[in-house]
């Protein structure tokens, strides 16, 4: 019986990671350089989404909160206003919760001349 209960397991722990959602694309893109601080960040996921936190650093000013107003919702797409510091480097870090309860977190940077 307790070989049954591990198999019927085992063959089910592929579904539950297929499950989750992704980070498919970022605006500004992960890595790139620009020449403007943009006015938004855009985040999209592979399944729906609600984002709890996100955070931005900057190289010389820190981290801040940034808000996420009316974006605390499920959805697969969100736009993020962003302060801008100027030039330099940015790191965006987000958590959120899939429409499973499974906590997510993710990051990425990008750098304005």
Same mark, same amino acid.
């Given at each position: 019986?307790?070989?049954?209960?591990?198999?019927?397991?085992?063959?089910? $722990?592929?579904?539950? #990671?297929?499950?989750?959602? =992704?980070?498919?694309?970022?605006? !500004?893109?992960? +890595?790139?350089?620009?020449?403007?601080?943009?006015?938004?960040?855009?985040?999209?996921?592979?399944?729906?989404?609600?984002?709890?936190?996100?955070?931005?650093?900057?190289?010389?000013?820190?981290?801040?909160?940034?808000? $996420?107003?009316?974006? #605390?919702?499920?959805?697969? =797409?969100?736009?993020?206003?962003? !302060?801008?510091? +100027?030039?330099?480097?940015?790191?965006?870090?987000?958590?959120?919760?899939?429409?499973?309860?499974?906590?997510?977190?993710?990051?990425?940077?990008?750098?304005?001349?």
């Amino acid at each position: 019986m307790k070989k049954i209960v591990t198999l019927i397991l085992l063959a089910a $722990l592929p579904n539950f #990671a297929l499950a989750h959602s =992704k980070a498919t694309e970022t605006t !500004p893109a992960d +890595g790139t350089t620009v020449t403007i601080v943009p006015a938004e960040i855009g985040l999209n996921f592979s399944k729906d989404i609600r984002l709890t936190r996100i955070e931005m650093a900057h190289e010389e000013h820190g981290a801040v909160r940034l808000d $996420l107003g009316d974006q #605390a919702r499920f959805a697969q =797409k969100f736009k993020i206003p962003l !302060p801008g510091n +100027g030039a330099g480097t940015y790191v965006i870090e987000w958590r959120g919760l899939g429409e499973d309860g499974h906590a997510m977190q993710g990051a990425f940077t990008f750098t304005v001349e």
